[in-house]
């Protein structure tokens, strides 16, 4: 299944920062509709701002468009504000993207942990993520940071508790 | 030492410095001068010492004065010298530092060395005796300051009386060039008094020529004259005077402005009203104020200002609405434009057609483009 590109990736316009406010304001609202969309595509959980401008994502080779860094930065800050993105370094050259958030991950998993039953049961993390069982579900190969983000979400709403074990974390789940 | 006398230490036109040495002190025969050390400079002409601290003392000797050298060796305590042999001061002599001297030579003490070169560079010119092959306009200047700038340009007082001269020419230039002018104001009225009769010949004589030519030629002359052009001389100062001024720029303008679409940038404004004004010239800023009474006077024209400052006249019919609905509808078809392509399509300056666009992306009806190939303007699809 090929990524489809929305309307505006051919549009040149899209490409530079509008400066009427109005239209900046739908420019960036496509501009991270496209990004979440993109990285939920390729399963796309970091990004590195400067690999990302030389990847389509940011730069559209048809119509030798590419987007600037620096309104990379404002898309990616726009992001942020909305809670789906978070800067690795101070100098927000690298970035995690999360095209679906901790709380939403952690109810996609405790839907599939209390469809199957499994209610007071106890996970190793790489069960979840990697196991036989989950293959089919969503959140199967999500990385260990986002799982366990999402599982530090649903212990605080009491759904869930993070245990230590002996090679690595587990959870058990209410 | 008596063959020296004092000097400015400049050196005339035809003079030029050979050598200079620092470190050097005099020696009135064997005797030390009542001198401190300084710097011995040797010039095609003369043979010059200035003090090291107080450059005002300095003398000089020509280098005619001088009958052969010898050189003396350095010993322990005793620093490197050269002997010159001199001949009698000329009773026309300046004076100098020393009125009398018992000798007949003098000794130049290298304290700081140099003494082989200098030696070489002065037995060269007195070989070369370029002293009289060219010789200085003038006697060279010996004696104190006030006697030199009194005989030549030497110093500031030369300079000074250099920049008068200059200063003088320049003033006369200056009013030659204002009477070619006060002359061409006299004929500019009968300039216009003609190209005003032509016209009305031509009025009558309307078939003889051609419509084209016709229209062509009253072009010209439309932008070439207004009769009686509203001055500060006519209408006084201040506001009245803007207000007669804006009244004639109002019938001035219309016609132009209706060519032009509508709308005309200030500058060229600027440059048609002073054309045809002839000589009685408007200042910029008064053409601002007589502008910006348009609305008060209920004039068919508006003074506008651009957000990036840029200031049009245009007619009040010339709405804003229109203006952007017509930059939309030019865009569109095209699919983007720049501003340039733009201007081309409407027979519009850049400037002007910039602005439009800018316009009509301000209200949201555009959105742009900035690329490497330039600034475009698309329809706002967003």
């Known amino acids: 299944m090929s990524f489809e590109w929305p309307w505006q990736y051919n549009f040149p316009p899209f490409y530079t920062l509008q400066p009427n406010v109005d239209t900046r304001q739908k420019q960036l609202v496509a501009w991270c509709s496209l990004v979440l969309s993109y990285c939920r595509h390729h399963k796309l959980y970091t990004l590195d701002v400067m690999e990302a401008q030389e990847s389509p994502l940011f730069n559209n080779k048809k119509i030798k468009r590419k987007l600037s860094v620096e309104a990379i930065q404002v898309v990616l800050e726009e992001l942020r504000k909305k809670g789906n993105l978070e800067w690795l370094d101070k100098n927000k050259s690298r970035c995690l993207v999360m095209w679906r958030r901790p709380e939403e991950w952690g109810k996609l998993i405790y839907q599939w942990v209390s469809k199957n039953g499994m209610v007071n049961s106890v996970f190793t993390l790489y069960e979840l993520s990697n196991g036989d069982d989950t293959e089919a579900e969503e959140f199967h190969g999500l990385e260990e940071w986002v799982l366990l983000r999402s599982l530090q979400a649903l212990q605080t709403e009491g759904k869930a508790e993070i245990i230590n074990m002996d090679d690595g974390k587990g959870v058990k789940f209410f | ?382």
């Open chain 2, 1 to 382: 030492m008596d063959r020296f006398s004092w000097s400015s230490g400049l050196l005339e036109i035809n003079e030029t410095l050979v050598i200079q040495q620092r470190g050097v002190r005099l020696y009135d025969g064997d005797d030390k001068a009542k001198l401190d050390v300084g710097v011995a400079l040797l010039s095609t002409h003369r043979l010059i010492w200035r003090d090291a601290k107080n450059h005002e003392c300095c003398i000089a000797m020509p280098l005619s004065q001088i009958i052969f050298l010898e050189e003396q060796a350095a010993g322990i305590g005793k620093s490197a010298k050269i002997v010159i042999h001199l001949h009698p001061a000329s009773t026309s002599k300046e004076p100098g530092p020393y009125q009398h001297s018992k000798y007949s030579y003098i000794k130049l003490s290298f304290k700081e060395h140099g003494q082989i070169e200098f030696y070489r560079r002065l037995t060269e010119e007195m070989a070369q005796k370029r002293w009289e092959n060219t010789p200085v306009s003038q006697p060279i200047p010996t004696g104190t300051g006030i006697q030199a700038g009194r005989t030549r340009a030497v110093g500031i007082v030369g300079i000074e009386r250099k920049i008068e001269e200059r200063r003088k020419e320049t003033d006369k230039n200056i009013s030659e060039a204002f009477e070619d002018l006060s002359k061409l104001m006299v004929k500019a009225k009968e300039m216009v008094e003609l190209s005003r009769s032509i016209a009305n010949k031509i009025k009558e004589k309307q078939g003889d020529i051609t419509e084209d030519e016709t229209i062509r030629f009253k072009s010209y002359l439309l932008s070439m004259g207004i009769a009686n052009p509203v001055t500060r001389e006519t209408h006084g100062s201040g506001t009245h005077y803007h207000m007669q001024l804006a009244k004639q720029l109002g019938d001035m303008l219309q016609a132009p402005l209706e060519e032009r679409g509508g709308m005309m940038a200030l500058t060229e404004v600027y440059c048609l009203v002073n054309r045809a004004r002839g000589m009685e010239l408007l200042s910029p800023e008064d053409l601002v104020n007589a502008c910006k009474m348009f609305e008060s006077l209920k004039l068919p024209l508006r003074l506008r200002v651009f957000d990036s400052g840029v200031m049009v006249v245009q007619l009040q019919s010339h709405s804003e609405e229109e203006m952007i609905a017509s930059a939309l509808d030019n865009v569109s078809e095209k699919g983007s434009l720049t501003a340039e392509e733009f201007a081309k399509l409407l027979g519009l300056s850049v400037l002007l057609s910039k602005e439009r666009l800018l316009l009509a992306e301000k209200v949201g009806h555009l959105c742009r483009d900035d690329s490497v190939e330039g600034l475009r303007f698309y329809p706002n699809r967003f």
